[in-house]
């Protein structure tokens, strides 16, 4: 499997990046699904490392941005499913953990 960026051609770099994880492995190697998205994804993120690093900081700003409201919404869903079963006093340490 293709490890470092300049390992890959300018061809073979914009099919990953169209996402085509593909490109990476060799024609007889095999390889778990997962781990093959994190290198592709670890491969892009070097490249805009090396182009862009402000634009790169600011587009994990944007993620870290949209996971912690991901995870305030499934918090709420919890505390939700804790009013149903009359658990009062975990929803008031949930939403106390929350401010």
Partial sequence: MIERLNQLSLYDFI?????????????????????????????????KKITNPSGLKSVLVDREDMIKERTRVL????????????????????????S
């Fill in 15 to 47: 099919e990953l990046s169209c996402g085509d994880c593909s490109v990476l492995l060799s024609p007889d190697e095999d390889i778990n699904e997962m781990e093959l998205k994190k290198r592709s994804s670890d491969l892009i993120i070097e490249y």
């Fill in 75 to 98: 918090l709420f869903k919890v505390c939700i499913s804790l009013i149903a079963i009359d658990a009062y006093e975990d929803v008031r340490e949930t939403l106390a953990l929350l």
